[in-house]
Protein backbone atom coordinates (compact mmCIF):
# COMPACT_ATOMS: atom_id res chain seq x y z
CA UNK A 1 0.00 0.00 0.00
CA UNK A 2 1.70 3.49 -0.46
CA UNK A 3 3.19 5.41 2.01
CA UNK A 4 1.12 8.29 3.62
CA UNK A 5 2.03 10.80 5.76
CA UNK A 6 0.94 13.81 7.82
CA UNK A 7 2.83 16.48 10.52
CA UNK A 8 2.66 16.54 13.78
CA UNK A 9 3.58 19.68 16.32
CA UNK A 10 4.69 17.80 19.64
CA UNK A 11 5.07 19.86 22.70
CA UNK A 12 6.49 18.88 25.93
CA UNK A 13 6.51 21.13 29.29
CA UNK A 14 9.31 20.33 31.60
CA UNK A 15 10.23 22.44 34.78
CA UNK A 16 12.76 24.34 33.30
CA UNK A 17 12.05 24.10 28.99
CA UNK A 18 9.06 23.89 26.90
CA UNK A 19 10.11 21.87 23.64
CA UNK A 20 8.26 22.07 20.27
CA UNK A 21 9.00 19.40 17.51
CA UNK A 22 7.65 19.36 14.16
CA UNK A 23 7.32 15.75 12.87
CA UNK A 24 6.69 14.61 9.82
CA UNK A 25 4.17 11.18 10.56
CA UNK A 26 5.16 7.88 8.34
CA UNK A 27 3.02 5.29 8.20
CA UNK A 28 3.79 2.36 5.71
CA UNK A 29 0.74 0.42 6.79
CA UNK A 30 2.99 -2.68 7.01
CA UNK A 31 5.19 -1.18 10.05
CA UNK A 32 4.77 1.21 13.20
CA UNK A 33 8.13 3.73 12.59
CA UNK A 34 9.08 7.10 14.65
CA UNK A 35 8.06 9.85 13.14
CA UNK A 36 10.78 11.90 11.97
CA UNK A 37 11.84 16.03 13.56
CA UNK A 38 11.37 18.23 10.51
CA UNK A 39 12.21 21.50 12.89
CA UNK A 40 12.89 21.90 16.78
CA UNK A 41 12.86 24.93 19.37
CA UNK A 42 13.66 24.79 22.81
CA UNK A 43 12.09 27.69 24.98
CA UNK A 44 13.65 28.41 28.99
CA UNK A 45 10.41 29.15 31.12
CA UNK A 46 9.32 32.28 31.87
CA UNK A 47 10.58 33.58 28.07
CA UNK A 48 8.34 34.37 25.41
CA UNK A 49 6.85 31.68 23.04
CA UNK A 50 8.32 31.91 19.08
CA UNK A 51 4.60 31.53 18.18
CA UNK A 52 5.58 33.90 14.68
CA UNK A 53 8.55 31.59 13.76
CA UNK A 54 6.26 28.32 14.31
CA UNK A 55 4.00 29.80 12.33
CA UNK A 56 6.08 30.49 9.51
CA UNK A 57 7.88 27.01 10.01
CA UNK A 58 4.83 24.99 9.90
CA UNK A 59 3.72 26.71 7.02
CA UNK A 60 7.26 26.48 5.04
CA UNK A 61 7.02 22.21 5.92
CA UNK A 62 3.71 21.79 5.89
CA UNK A 63 0.40 21.88 4.54
CA UNK A 64 -1.21 21.15 7.85
CA UNK A 65 -0.42 20.04 11.36
CA UNK A 66 -2.08 18.26 14.47
CA UNK A 67 -0.69 19.36 17.48
CA UNK A 68 -0.44 17.29 20.89
CA UNK A 69 0.79 18.98 24.21
CA UNK A 70 1.85 16.77 27.33
CA UNK A 71 4.12 18.08 30.13
CA UNK A 72 5.37 17.69 34.33
CA UNK A 73 4.15 21.43 34.50
CA UNK A 74 0.68 21.48 34.45
CA UNK A 75 0.47 25.08 34.97
CA UNK A 76 2.73 26.15 32.19
CA UNK A 77 0.79 23.69 30.20
CA UNK A 78 -2.70 25.27 30.82
CA UNK A 79 -1.24 28.81 29.95
CA UNK A 80 0.41 27.62 27.01
CA UNK A 81 -3.18 26.11 25.94
CA UNK A 82 -5.09 29.03 26.35
CA UNK A 83 -2.63 31.21 24.16
CA UNK A 84 -2.27 28.93 21.55
CA UNK A 85 -2.84 30.53 18.55
CA UNK A 86 -5.22 29.73 15.16
CA UNK A 87 -2.41 30.99 12.80
CA UNK A 88 -0.41 27.88 13.78
CA UNK A 89 -2.87 24.96 13.81
CA UNK A 90 -6.14 23.93 15.65
CA UNK A 91 -6.36 24.25 19.20
CA UNK A 92 -3.68 20.99 20.73
CA UNK A 93 -5.03 17.65 21.96
CA UNK A 94 -3.54 18.19 25.97
CA UNK A 95 -3.02 14.76 27.02
CA UNK A 96 -2.73 14.71 31.19
CA UNK A 97 -2.63 11.11 31.73
CA UNK A 98 -1.65 7.80 30.49
CA UNK A 99 -4.84 5.98 30.27
CA UNK A 100 -5.42 4.69 27.45
CA UNK A 101 -1.88 4.08 26.24
CA UNK A 102 -0.25 0.71 24.36
CA UNK A 103 1.59 -0.39 27.49
CA UNK A 104 1.24 -1.93 30.46
CA UNK A 105 2.59 0.08 33.63
CA UNK A 106 3.77 -2.39 35.78
CA UNK A 107 4.92 -0.64 39.45
CA UNK A 108 2.91 0.19 42.58
CA UNK A 109 1.17 3.14 41.22
CA UNK A 110 0.89 3.32 37.73
CA UNK A 111 -1.14 6.19 37.49
CA UNK A 112 1.98 8.67 38.97
CA UNK A 113 4.44 7.85 36.89
CA UNK A 114 5.74 10.60 34.63
CA UNK A 115 4.12 10.96 31.51
CA UNK A 116 7.27 12.04 30.22
CA UNK A 117 8.91 8.26 31.02
CA UNK A 118 5.79 6.24 29.76
CA UNK A 119 5.66 8.07 26.51
CA UNK A 120 9.55 7.43 25.91
CA UNK A 121 9.02 4.03 26.60
CA UNK A 122 6.45 3.39 24.19
CA UNK A 123 8.69 5.08 21.12
CA UNK A 124 10.94 2.12 22.82
CA UNK A 125 8.60 -0.61 21.56
CA UNK A 126 8.36 0.53 18.30
CA UNK A 127 12.38 0.67 18.02
CA UNK A 128 12.91 -2.73 19.30
CA UNK A 129 9.51 -3.62 17.59
CA UNK A 130 8.64 -5.65 20.87
CA UNK A 131 11.36 -8.12 20.53
CA UNK A 132 13.66 -7.44 23.04
CA UNK A 133 13.91 -5.14 26.16
CA UNK A 134 14.99 -2.03 26.32
CA UNK A 135 16.51 0.83 29.28
CA UNK A 136 15.78 3.72 28.59
CA UNK A 137 17.56 6.84 29.77
CA UNK A 138 16.34 10.28 29.62
CA UNK A 139 18.61 13.42 30.97
CA UNK A 140 16.27 16.19 31.09
CA UNK A 141 15.88 18.41 34.61
CA UNK A 142 16.21 14.59 36.21
CA UNK A 143 17.48 11.84 34.95
CA UNK A 144 15.73 8.96 34.38
CA UNK A 145 16.45 5.05 33.82
CA UNK A 146 13.95 3.32 33.05
CA UNK A 147 13.37 -0.37 31.81
CA UNK A 148 10.96 -1.82 29.58
CA UNK A 149 10.15 -5.36 29.36
CA UNK A 150 10.59 -7.37 25.48
CA UNK A 151 6.93 -7.29 25.35
CA UNK A 152 6.64 -3.38 25.59
CA UNK A 153 5.45 -3.09 29.30
CA UNK A 154 7.27 -0.46 31.56
CA UNK A 155 8.76 -2.01 34.61
CA UNK A 156 9.68 1.26 36.58
CA UNK A 157 13.38 2.31 36.79
CA UNK A 158 15.48 5.14 38.60
CA UNK A 159 15.64 8.84 39.27
CA UNK A 160 17.90 11.33 40.12
CA UNK A 161 19.10 14.89 39.45
CA UNK A 162 20.30 16.15 36.01
CA UNK A 163 23.49 17.78 35.10
CA UNK A 164 21.89 21.45 35.68
CA UNK A 165 19.70 20.18 39.14
CA UNK A 166 23.22 19.15 40.51
CA UNK A 167 24.69 22.29 39.93
CA UNK A 168 21.81 24.37 41.74
CA UNK A 169 21.58 22.06 44.35
CA UNK A 170 25.50 22.81 45.09
CA UNK A 171 25.01 26.67 44.76
CA UNK A 172 21.90 26.96 47.00
CA UNK A 173 23.07 24.40 49.99
CA UNK A 174 26.27 25.64 50.35
CA UNK A 175 27.74 28.91 51.30
CA UNK A 176 30.57 29.43 49.31
CA UNK A 177 30.46 27.30 45.93
CA UNK A 178 29.02 29.23 43.30
CA UNK A 179 26.62 28.54 40.22
CA UNK A 180 27.89 26.49 37.49
CA UNK A 181 25.88 27.37 34.41
CA UNK A 182 24.74 24.44 32.28
CA UNK A 183 26.44 26.27 29.49
CA UNK A 184 29.87 25.27 30.90
CA UNK A 185 29.22 21.66 31.93
CA UNK A 186 27.95 20.95 28.67
CA UNK A 187 31.03 22.68 27.06
CA UNK A 188 33.19 19.47 27.43
CA UNK A 189 36.47 18.71 26.60
CA UNK A 190 36.40 16.80 22.95
CA UNK A 191 39.75 15.05 23.12
CA UNK A 192 38.68 13.35 26.90
CA UNK A 193 35.08 13.56 26.12
CA UNK A 194 34.06 14.88 29.63
CA UNK A 195 35.73 17.06 31.96
CA UNK A 196 38.94 16.99 33.19
CA UNK A 197 38.55 14.88 36.44
CA UNK A 198 41.81 16.64 38.36
CA UNK A 199 39.50 20.06 38.89
CA UNK A 200 42.34 22.82 39.51
CA UNK A 201 40.01 24.96 40.63
CA UNK A 202 36.36 25.50 42.32
CA UNK A 203 34.14 25.49 38.82
CA UNK A 204 36.35 22.94 37.90
CA UNK A 205 36.21 20.49 40.53
CA UNK A 206 32.30 21.31 40.63
CA UNK A 207 31.98 20.27 36.93
CA UNK A 208 34.15 17.13 37.50
CA UNK A 209 31.97 16.13 40.16
CA UNK A 210 28.70 16.53 38.00
CA UNK A 211 29.82 15.48 35.50
CA UNK A 212 31.75 12.73 35.87
CA UNK A 213 28.95 11.46 39.03
CA UNK A 214 26.32 11.45 36.41
CA UNK A 215 28.25 9.29 33.91
CA UNK A 216 28.92 7.10 36.83
CA UNK A 217 25.83 6.96 38.44
CA UNK A 218 23.58 6.21 34.88
CA UNK A 219 26.47 3.58 33.92
CA UNK A 220 26.01 1.62 37.18
CA UNK A 221 22.50 2.11 36.83
CA UNK A 222 22.57 0.48 33.63
CA UNK A 223 24.81 -2.64 34.07
CA UNK A 224 22.45 -3.24 37.78
CA UNK A 225 19.21 -2.79 35.23
CA UNK A 226 20.59 -5.23 32.45
CA UNK A 227 19.89 -8.31 35.30
CA UNK A 228 16.07 -7.36 35.25
CA UNK A 229 15.25 -8.27 32.08
CA UNK A 230 15.60 -11.28 29.94
CA UNK A 231 18.02 -11.02 27.27
CA UNK A 232 19.92 -8.11 26.36
CA UNK A 233 18.36 -5.15 26.22
CA UNK A 234 18.49 -1.90 24.02
CA UNK A 235 19.94 1.27 25.95
CA UNK A 236 18.57 4.11 24.72
CA UNK A 237 19.32 8.17 25.21
CA UNK A 238 17.35 10.99 25.06
CA UNK A 239 17.22 14.53 26.60
CA UNK A 240 18.60 17.47 26.25
CA UNK A 241 21.74 16.28 28.03
CA UNK A 242 21.84 13.03 26.40
CA UNK A 243 24.49 13.78 23.92
CA UNK A 244 26.98 14.17 26.77
CA UNK A 245 26.62 10.77 27.43
CA UNK A 246 26.70 9.11 24.55
CA UNK A 247 30.65 8.24 24.44
CA UNK A 248 30.31 6.65 27.80
CA UNK A 249 27.29 4.25 27.39
CA UNK A 250 28.28 1.45 24.94
CA UNK A 251 26.74 0.36 22.02
CA UNK A 252 24.03 3.19 23.31
CA UNK A 253 21.73 4.66 20.58
CA UNK A 254 20.72 7.96 21.04
CA UNK A 255 17.36 9.82 20.53
CA UNK A 256 17.09 12.99 21.13
CA UNK A 257 13.05 13.52 21.63
CA UNK A 258 11.97 9.81 22.28
CA UNK A 259 9.03 10.90 24.62
CA UNK A 260 7.98 13.45 22.27
CA UNK A 261 7.91 10.78 19.15
CA UNK A 262 5.91 8.46 21.82
CA UNK A 263 3.40 11.58 22.72
CA UNK A 264 2.98 11.83 18.55
CA UNK A 265 2.72 8.09 18.34
CA UNK A 266 -0.29 7.62 20.89
CA UNK A 267 -2.38 10.82 19.58
CA UNK A 268 -1.75 9.43 16.03
CA UNK A 269 -2.75 6.45 16.94
CA UNK A 270 -6.17 7.47 18.87
CA UNK A 271 -4.76 6.09 22.57
CA UNK A 272 -4.18 9.31 23.87
CA UNK A 273 -7.11 10.24 26.03
CA UNK A 274 -7.45 14.25 24.91
CA UNK A 275 -9.01 16.87 27.08
Excluded at 9 to 33: I, M, P, Q, W, Y
Excluded at 67 to 87: L, Y
Excluded at 232 to 251: D, I, M, N, T
Aim: charged share 20%.
Amino acid sequence: MPESSRSWLAVDVGNSRVKFVLFNERLDHTAVELPEALAAWTVALGQPIPWQDLQITVQRLTTGVHAVIAGSNQKVVDRIVEAWPETVSHRPCLVRSSEGFPLEILVDEPRRVGLDRVLSSVAAAVITRRQAPAIVVDCGTATTVNVVRADGAFLGGAILPGFALMSQALHHYTEVLPLVSIEEIVSIDIEHQGHAPLGKNTRQAIMSGIFWGQVGAVQELVQRLRREVDGEPHVLLSGGGSRLLVPHLSKAIHYPYLALQGLVLVAAAGRATCV
